[in-house]
Protein backbone atom coordinates (compact mmCIF):
# COMPACT_ATOMS: atom_id res chain seq x y z
CA UNK A 1 0.00 0.00 0.00
CA UNK A 2 1.20 3.24 -0.61
CA UNK A 3 2.54 5.52 2.50
CA UNK A 4 0.38 8.03 3.13
CA UNK A 5 1.45 9.37 6.26
CA UNK A 6 5.47 10.32 6.95
CA UNK A 7 6.37 11.19 10.65
CA UNK A 8 9.97 12.45 11.89
CA UNK A 9 11.28 11.94 15.05
CA UNK A 10 12.63 15.26 16.33
CA UNK A 11 15.72 15.58 18.47
CA UNK A 12 18.91 14.66 16.80
CA UNK A 13 16.42 14.30 13.31
CA UNK A 14 15.07 17.53 12.70
CA UNK A 15 17.34 19.14 15.59
CA UNK A 16 20.68 18.94 17.26
CA UNK A 17 20.02 17.71 20.72
CA UNK A 18 22.05 14.75 22.31
CA UNK A 19 25.45 16.69 21.99
CA UNK A 20 23.48 19.53 24.04
CA UNK A 21 22.88 16.80 26.51
CA UNK A 22 26.16 15.38 26.40
CA UNK A 23 28.07 18.95 27.10
CA UNK A 24 26.04 19.50 30.19
CA UNK A 25 26.73 15.79 31.70
CA UNK A 26 30.56 16.71 30.70
CA UNK A 27 30.15 19.86 33.48
CA UNK A 28 28.25 17.65 35.78
CA UNK A 29 31.45 15.08 35.56
CA UNK A 30 33.55 17.98 36.13
CA UNK A 31 31.78 18.72 39.41
CA UNK A 32 31.95 15.52 40.77
CA UNK A 33 35.29 14.37 39.83
CA UNK A 34 36.59 14.86 43.74
CA UNK A 35 34.38 11.70 44.20
CA UNK A 36 34.62 9.43 40.77
CA UNK A 37 36.61 9.61 38.05
CA UNK A 38 34.59 11.57 35.32
CA UNK A 39 33.84 8.29 33.42
CA UNK A 40 32.59 6.47 36.29
CA UNK A 41 30.36 9.28 37.23
CA UNK A 42 29.05 9.47 33.74
CA UNK A 43 28.32 5.60 34.67
CA UNK A 44 26.28 6.19 37.61
CA UNK A 45 24.32 8.84 35.80
CA UNK A 46 23.20 6.41 33.32
CA UNK A 47 22.11 3.57 35.94
CA UNK A 48 20.24 6.45 37.65
CA UNK A 49 18.50 7.62 34.16
CA UNK A 50 17.73 3.86 33.58
CA UNK A 51 16.01 3.57 36.91
CA UNK A 52 14.50 6.53 37.02
CA UNK A 53 12.77 6.28 33.22
CA UNK A 54 9.89 4.32 34.78
CA UNK A 55 8.98 7.06 36.97
CA UNK A 56 10.38 10.59 35.52
CA UNK A 57 10.42 9.21 31.67
CA UNK A 58 12.27 11.24 29.27
CA UNK A 59 13.69 14.64 29.12
CA UNK A 60 15.56 17.27 30.82
CA UNK A 61 13.45 17.48 33.99
CA UNK A 62 14.07 14.05 34.33
CA UNK A 63 17.64 14.32 33.21
CA UNK A 64 18.23 17.06 35.97
CA UNK A 65 16.49 15.19 38.45
CA UNK A 66 18.76 12.26 37.70
CA UNK A 67 21.79 14.00 38.15
CA UNK A 68 21.04 15.53 42.04
CA UNK A 69 19.93 11.98 42.49
CA UNK A 70 23.38 11.17 41.24
CA UNK A 71 25.39 13.46 42.87
CA UNK A 72 24.07 12.86 46.43
CA UNK A 73 24.51 8.84 45.65
CA UNK A 74 28.19 9.31 44.92
CA UNK A 75 29.06 11.75 46.83
CA UNK A 76 27.45 10.21 49.86
CA UNK A 77 25.68 13.03 51.15
CA UNK A 78 28.76 15.37 50.94
CA UNK A 79 28.23 17.15 47.44
CA UNK A 80 27.75 20.64 48.69
CA UNK A 81 24.63 22.76 48.02
CA UNK A 82 26.12 24.86 45.56
CA UNK A 83 26.85 21.76 43.42
CA UNK A 84 22.87 20.94 43.68
CA UNK A 85 22.15 24.37 42.47
CA UNK A 86 24.70 24.20 39.53
CA UNK A 87 22.96 21.11 38.03
CA UNK A 88 19.84 23.28 38.51
CA UNK A 89 21.20 25.91 36.30
CA UNK A 90 22.96 23.63 33.92
CA UNK A 91 19.25 21.95 33.05
CA UNK A 92 17.76 25.72 32.74
CA UNK A 93 20.38 26.97 30.89
CA UNK A 94 20.13 23.97 28.15
CA UNK A 95 16.45 24.43 28.20
CA UNK A 96 17.27 28.05 26.54
CA UNK A 97 19.35 26.97 24.23
CA UNK A 98 18.66 28.14 20.48
CA UNK A 99 17.58 25.30 18.34
CA UNK A 100 19.81 24.27 15.56
CA UNK A 101 18.15 22.45 12.51
CA UNK A 102 19.68 19.59 11.22
CA UNK A 103 21.08 20.71 7.88
CA UNK A 104 18.68 19.86 4.97
CA UNK A 105 15.69 19.51 6.92
CA UNK A 106 13.53 22.71 5.93
CA UNK A 107 13.75 21.40 2.52
CA UNK A 108 12.81 17.91 2.69
CA UNK A 109 9.80 19.56 4.84
CA UNK A 110 9.31 21.64 1.62
CA UNK A 111 9.17 18.60 -0.76
CA UNK A 112 7.24 16.49 0.93
CA UNK A 113 4.55 18.72 2.70
CA UNK A 114 2.56 19.02 -0.80
CA UNK A 115 2.25 15.05 -1.29
CA UNK A 116 2.18 13.60 2.11
CA UNK A 117 0.91 14.40 6.09
CA UNK A 118 3.45 14.88 7.78
CA UNK A 119 3.77 14.33 11.38
CA UNK A 120 6.15 14.97 14.23
CA UNK A 121 6.32 12.02 16.78
CA UNK A 122 8.92 12.63 19.56
CA UNK A 123 9.46 11.42 23.45
CA UNK A 124 10.59 13.46 25.81
CA UNK A 125 9.74 16.59 27.97
CA UNK A 126 6.00 18.00 26.89
CA UNK A 127 6.67 21.86 27.74
CA UNK A 128 10.39 21.21 26.41
CA UNK A 129 9.65 19.89 23.26
CA UNK A 130 6.68 22.29 21.96
CA UNK A 131 9.14 25.20 23.13
CA UNK A 132 12.12 23.66 20.79
CA UNK A 133 9.32 23.22 17.75
CA UNK A 134 8.27 26.91 18.32
CA UNK A 135 11.81 28.21 17.86
CA UNK A 136 12.68 25.75 15.08
CA UNK A 137 9.97 27.58 12.94
CA UNK A 138 8.96 23.94 11.39
CA UNK A 139 5.37 24.26 13.36
CA UNK A 140 3.85 24.78 9.87
CA UNK A 141 4.51 21.59 8.15
CA UNK A 142 3.38 19.35 10.19
CA UNK A 143 -0.43 18.16 10.71
CA UNK A 144 -0.14 16.53 13.65
CA UNK A 145 2.38 16.65 16.75
CA UNK A 146 2.36 13.72 18.73
CA UNK A 147 4.75 13.84 22.00
CA UNK A 148 4.74 10.54 23.37
CA UNK A 149 5.98 9.37 26.99
CA UNK A 150 7.83 6.33 24.95
CA UNK A 151 8.21 4.79 21.69
CA UNK A 152 7.67 1.39 22.08
CA UNK A 153 5.64 -0.89 19.65
CA UNK A 154 2.77 0.27 21.71
CA UNK A 155 3.14 3.81 21.49
CA UNK A 156 3.33 3.59 17.83
CA UNK A 157 0.40 1.35 17.81
CA UNK A 158 -1.94 4.34 19.28
CA UNK A 159 -0.37 6.48 16.98
CA UNK A 160 -1.21 4.60 14.12
CA UNK A 161 -5.15 4.24 15.62
CA UNK A 162 -4.94 7.93 16.44
CA UNK A 163 -4.31 8.79 12.58
CA UNK A 164 -6.56 6.08 11.26
CA UNK A 165 -4.38 4.50 8.95
CA UNK A 166 -3.11 1.22 8.61
CA UNK A 167 0.38 0.26 9.35
CA UNK A 168 1.87 0.14 6.10
CA UNK A 169 0.55 3.61 5.07
CA UNK A 170 2.97 5.05 7.42
CA UNK A 171 6.80 6.32 7.29
CA UNK A 172 8.91 7.05 9.95
CA UNK A 173 12.23 8.65 9.57
CA UNK A 174 14.48 9.11 12.77
CA UNK A 175 17.91 8.64 14.07
CA UNK A 176 17.36 5.55 16.79
CA UNK A 177 16.88 2.31 15.62
CA UNK A 178 15.66 1.03 18.29
CA UNK A 179 12.96 4.21 19.31
CA UNK A 180 11.84 5.12 15.51
CA UNK A 181 12.81 2.18 13.40
CA UNK A 182 12.28 -1.47 15.19
CA UNK A 183 8.65 -0.73 16.54
CA UNK A 184 7.22 0.71 13.16
CA UNK A 185 8.93 -2.31 11.51
CA UNK A 186 7.63 -4.73 13.57
CA UNK A 187 4.18 -3.19 13.16
CA UNK A 188 4.37 -3.70 9.51
CA UNK A 189 5.33 0.41 8.64
CA UNK A 190 8.39 1.24 7.08
CA UNK A 191 11.27 3.13 8.33
CA UNK A 192 14.62 5.12 7.40
CA UNK A 193 16.93 5.41 9.81
CA UNK A 194 19.30 8.61 8.98
CA UNK A 195 22.05 8.00 11.78
CA UNK A 196 23.37 11.31 13.99
CA UNK A 197 26.54 11.82 15.04
CA UNK A 198 25.84 11.31 18.86
CA UNK A 199 23.93 8.43 20.12
CA UNK A 200 22.43 8.36 23.82
CA UNK A 201 24.01 4.94 25.38
CA UNK A 202 20.22 3.36 26.24
CA UNK A 203 19.14 4.14 22.74
CA UNK A 204 22.12 2.07 21.44
CA UNK A 205 21.65 -1.14 19.91
CA UNK A 206 23.49 -3.70 17.66
CA UNK A 207 21.26 -4.55 15.01
CA UNK A 208 22.07 -5.02 11.09
CA UNK A 209 18.37 -4.76 9.63
CA UNK A 210 17.93 -6.76 6.68
CA UNK A 211 13.92 -5.48 6.44
CA UNK A 212 12.02 -5.25 2.76
CA UNK A 213 10.47 -1.75 4.62
CA UNK A 214 13.68 -0.70 5.58
CA UNK A 215 16.25 1.90 4.07
CA UNK A 216 19.22 3.55 5.80
CA UNK A 217 20.65 6.81 4.54
CA UNK A 218 23.60 9.35 5.07
CA UNK A 219 21.55 12.35 5.09
CA UNK A 220 18.14 13.46 6.07
CA UNK A 221 18.23 14.75 2.56
CA UNK A 222 18.49 11.55 1.17
CA UNK A 223 14.95 10.43 1.98
CA UNK A 224 13.89 12.10 -0.93
CA UNK A 225 15.19 9.77 -3.28
CA UNK A 226 12.60 7.17 -1.46
CA UNK A 227 9.28 9.04 -1.26
CA UNK B 1 -25.62 23.34 18.00
CA UNK B 2 -25.45 20.23 19.51
CA UNK B 3 -22.82 18.88 22.19
CA UNK B 4 -20.91 16.26 20.14
CA UNK B 5 -18.09 16.29 22.00
CA UNK B 6 -17.33 16.12 26.24
CA UNK B 7 -14.08 16.93 26.94
CA UNK B 8 -12.94 16.25 31.09
CA UNK B 9 -10.62 17.72 32.80
CA UNK B 10 -8.50 15.23 35.08
CA UNK B 11 -7.18 16.37 37.99
CA UNK B 12 -9.58 17.13 40.96
CA UNK B 13 -12.49 16.35 38.09
CA UNK B 14 -11.77 12.67 37.78
CA UNK B 15 -9.70 11.88 40.26
CA UNK B 16 -7.93 13.45 44.01
CA UNK B 17 -4.68 15.14 43.10
CA UNK B 18 -4.44 18.48 44.22
CA UNK B 19 -4.31 17.18 48.28
CA UNK B 20 -1.58 14.91 47.60
CA UNK B 21 0.27 18.03 46.24
CA UNK B 22 -0.81 20.10 49.36
CA UNK B 23 0.51 17.22 51.50
CA UNK B 24 3.98 17.03 50.18
CA UNK B 25 4.25 20.94 50.55
CA UNK B 26 3.04 20.29 53.80
CA UNK B 27 6.16 18.43 54.52
CA UNK B 28 8.37 20.18 52.74
CA UNK B 29 7.76 23.44 54.56
CA UNK B 30 8.05 21.28 58.03
CA UNK B 31 11.70 20.73 56.53
CA UNK B 32 12.23 24.82 56.05
CA UNK B 33 10.97 26.16 59.34
CA UNK B 34 14.53 26.31 60.72
CA UNK B 35 14.61 29.17 58.48
CA UNK B 36 11.39 30.61 57.85
CA UNK B 37 7.59 30.33 59.19
CA UNK B 38 5.83 27.48 57.45
CA UNK B 39 3.43 29.73 55.81
CA UNK B 40 6.21 31.69 54.29
CA UNK B 41 8.02 28.73 52.76
CA UNK B 42 4.72 27.81 51.25
CA UNK B 43 4.62 31.50 49.93
CA UNK B 44 7.94 31.41 48.77
CA UNK B 45 7.55 27.99 47.10
CA UNK B 46 4.83 29.02 44.81
CA UNK B 47 6.45 32.15 43.73
CA UNK B 48 9.30 29.95 42.70
CA UNK B 49 6.62 27.32 40.87
CA UNK B 50 5.16 30.49 38.92
CA UNK B 51 8.84 31.76 37.92
CA UNK B 52 9.31 28.02 36.88
CA UNK B 53 6.07 27.41 34.74
CA UNK B 54 7.62 28.83 31.25
CA UNK B 55 10.65 26.83 31.45
CA UNK B 56 9.14 23.80 33.05
CA UNK B 57 5.16 23.92 32.64
CA UNK B 58 3.01 21.87 35.20
CA UNK B 59 3.18 18.64 36.90
CA UNK B 60 4.87 17.08 39.48
CA UNK B 61 8.66 17.09 38.34
CA UNK B 62 8.37 20.52 38.06
CA UNK B 63 6.93 21.10 41.69
CA UNK B 64 9.94 18.83 42.65
CA UNK B 65 12.56 21.13 40.80
CA UNK B 66 10.67 24.19 42.41
CA UNK B 67 11.20 22.67 45.96
CA UNK B 68 14.60 22.00 45.52
CA UNK B 69 15.58 26.04 43.91
CA UNK B 70 13.31 27.03 46.72
CA UNK B 71 14.86 25.30 50.02
CA UNK B 72 18.16 26.14 48.52
CA UNK B 73 17.41 29.96 48.04
CA UNK B 74 15.47 30.32 51.53
CA UNK B 75 17.97 28.41 53.32
CA UNK B 76 20.75 30.89 51.58
CA UNK B 77 22.43 27.44 50.76
CA UNK B 78 22.35 26.40 54.43
CA UNK B 79 19.86 23.74 53.82
CA UNK B 80 21.33 19.83 54.46
CA UNK B 81 21.71 17.69 51.45
CA UNK B 82 19.76 15.17 53.55
CA UNK B 83 16.79 17.51 53.02
CA UNK B 84 17.22 17.59 49.10
CA UNK B 85 17.43 13.90 49.39
CA UNK B 86 14.34 14.62 50.86
CA UNK B 87 12.82 16.14 48.31
CA UNK B 88 13.34 13.60 45.74
CA UNK B 89 11.76 10.91 47.96
CA UNK B 90 8.64 12.92 48.45
CA UNK B 91 8.36 13.46 44.91
CA UNK B 92 9.17 10.00 43.99
CA UNK B 93 6.39 8.43 46.30
CA UNK B 94 4.01 10.33 45.35
CA UNK B 95 4.43 9.31 41.86
CA UNK B 96 3.79 6.32 43.06
CA UNK B 97 0.22 6.61 45.10
CA UNK B 98 -2.91 5.18 44.41
CA UNK B 99 -5.56 6.62 42.43
CA UNK B 100 -8.69 7.88 43.95
CA UNK B 101 -11.39 8.22 41.54
CA UNK B 102 -13.59 11.18 42.82
CA UNK B 103 -17.37 9.91 43.47
CA UNK B 104 -19.90 9.20 40.84
CA UNK B 105 -17.43 9.58 38.51
CA UNK B 106 -17.54 6.50 36.40
CA UNK B 107 -21.35 6.00 36.32
CA UNK B 108 -21.15 9.89 34.70
CA UNK B 109 -18.45 8.49 31.98
CA UNK B 110 -20.96 4.87 31.77
CA UNK B 111 -24.06 6.83 30.69
CA UNK B 112 -22.53 9.64 28.55
CA UNK B 113 -20.29 7.51 26.49
CA UNK B 114 -22.88 5.81 24.64
CA UNK B 115 -23.77 9.71 23.63
CA UNK B 116 -21.13 11.73 22.76
CA UNK B 117 -17.42 11.30 22.18
CA UNK B 118 -15.42 11.57 25.29
CA UNK B 119 -12.08 13.22 25.14
CA UNK B 120 -9.86 13.23 28.23
CA UNK B 121 -8.10 16.81 28.35
CA UNK B 122 -5.47 17.58 31.11
CA UNK B 123 -2.56 19.60 32.08
CA UNK B 124 0.79 18.51 33.47
CA UNK B 125 3.37 15.94 33.32
CA UNK B 126 3.10 13.32 30.28
CA UNK B 127 4.24 10.13 31.90
CA UNK B 128 2.81 11.00 35.33
CA UNK B 129 -0.95 11.80 33.80
CA UNK B 130 -0.71 8.76 31.49
CA UNK B 131 0.62 6.76 34.61
CA UNK B 132 -2.58 8.21 36.93
CA UNK B 133 -4.82 7.04 33.86
CA UNK B 134 -4.13 3.78 33.33
CA UNK B 135 -4.48 3.34 37.54
CA UNK B 136 -7.78 5.03 37.10
CA UNK B 137 -8.89 2.03 34.68
CA UNK B 138 -10.84 4.95 32.60
CA UNK B 139 -8.83 4.82 29.58
CA UNK B 140 -11.37 2.76 27.66
CA UNK B 141 -13.85 5.69 28.21
CA UNK B 142 -12.30 8.18 26.19
CA UNK B 143 -11.64 8.03 22.57
CA UNK B 144 -8.75 10.49 22.95
CA UNK B 145 -6.32 11.85 25.31
CA UNK B 146 -5.06 15.30 24.87
CA UNK B 147 -1.92 16.22 27.74
CA UNK B 148 -1.47 19.55 26.82
CA UNK B 149 1.81 22.07 28.07
CA UNK B 150 -1.17 24.39 29.11
CA UNK B 151 -4.68 25.42 28.74
CA UNK B 152 -4.97 28.74 27.69
CA UNK B 153 -7.39 29.63 24.77
CA UNK B 154 -4.73 28.82 22.18
CA UNK B 155 -4.12 25.03 23.76
CA UNK B 156 -8.02 24.75 23.37
CA UNK B 157 -8.02 26.08 20.23
CA UNK B 158 -5.58 23.62 18.81
CA UNK B 159 -7.73 20.57 20.71
CA UNK B 160 -10.71 22.01 18.73
CA UNK B 161 -9.00 21.97 15.47
CA UNK B 162 -7.40 18.81 15.92
CA UNK B 163 -11.00 17.13 16.87
CA UNK B 164 -12.44 18.53 13.81
CA UNK B 165 -15.39 20.09 15.31
CA UNK B 166 -16.77 23.17 16.11
CA UNK B 167 -16.41 25.36 19.22
CA UNK B 168 -20.30 25.06 20.29
CA UNK B 169 -20.00 21.44 19.70
CA UNK B 170 -17.38 21.47 22.14
CA UNK B 171 -18.11 20.90 26.39
CA UNK B 172 -15.31 21.40 28.92
CA UNK B 173 -16.19 19.28 32.54
CA UNK B 174 -13.56 20.84 35.15
CA UNK B 175 -12.90 22.14 38.27
CA UNK B 176 -10.84 25.00 37.35
CA UNK B 177 -12.73 28.19 36.06
CA UNK B 178 -9.80 29.38 35.26
CA UNK B 179 -8.27 26.65 32.94
CA UNK B 180 -10.94 24.58 32.08
CA UNK B 181 -13.67 27.06 31.77
CA UNK B 182 -12.88 30.62 31.17
CA UNK B 183 -11.17 29.82 27.56
CA UNK B 184 -13.74 26.91 26.22
CA UNK B 185 -16.28 30.11 27.12
CA UNK B 186 -14.51 32.72 25.15
CA UNK B 187 -13.62 30.46 22.23
CA UNK B 188 -17.72 29.32 22.04
CA UNK B 189 -17.84 26.54 23.84
CA UNK B 190 -19.90 25.32 26.31
CA UNK B 191 -18.67 24.27 30.24
CA UNK B 192 -19.65 23.02 33.43
CA UNK B 193 -17.85 24.05 36.43
CA UNK B 194 -17.52 21.13 39.07
CA UNK B 195 -15.52 22.83 42.48
CA UNK B 196 -13.01 20.73 43.94
CA UNK B 197 -12.51 21.43 47.77
CA UNK B 198 -8.97 22.12 47.80
CA UNK B 199 -7.66 24.75 44.90
CA UNK B 200 -4.12 25.57 43.93
CA UNK B 201 -3.49 29.25 45.12
CA UNK B 202 -2.25 29.67 41.34
CA UNK B 203 -5.40 28.43 39.47
CA UNK B 204 -7.60 30.21 42.06
CA UNK B 205 -10.11 33.51 40.06
CA UNK B 206 -12.26 35.68 41.41
CA UNK B 207 -14.96 35.28 39.04
CA UNK B 208 -19.42 35.38 39.05
CA UNK B 209 -19.77 33.95 35.56
CA UNK B 210 -23.18 34.72 33.84
CA UNK B 211 -22.92 32.99 30.19
CA UNK B 212 -25.94 30.93 28.34
CA UNK B 213 -23.02 28.28 27.90
CA UNK B 214 -21.96 27.67 31.81
CA UNK B 215 -23.07 25.65 34.29
CA UNK B 216 -21.90 25.15 37.61
CA UNK B 217 -22.64 22.37 39.62
CA UNK B 218 -21.97 20.48 43.17
CA UNK B 219 -20.90 17.03 42.29
CA UNK B 220 -19.99 15.55 38.82
CA UNK B 221 -22.96 13.05 39.05
CA UNK B 222 -25.60 16.39 38.53
CA UNK B 223 -23.93 17.09 35.04
CA UNK B 224 -26.27 14.37 33.79
CA UNK B 225 -28.88 17.04 34.00
CA UNK B 226 -27.66 19.04 31.74
CA UNK B 227 -26.49 16.43 29.10
Chains 1, 2 share one sequence.
Request: glycine share 4%; proline share 4%; net charge negative.
Amino acid sequence: MAIKIIAFDADDTLWDNEPYFRETERKFCEMLEDFLPQHSVSRELLQTEIKDIPLYGFGIKSFMLSMIETAIRISDGNIRIAAIEKILRLGQEQMQLPVHLIDGVEDVLKALQPRYRLVMATKGDLVDQERKLKKSSLAGYFHHIEIMSDKKEADFKKLIDHLDISPDELMMIGNSLKSDIMPVLNLGGHGIHVPYHVTWEHEKVDAMIDHAHFRQVESIKDVLQFL
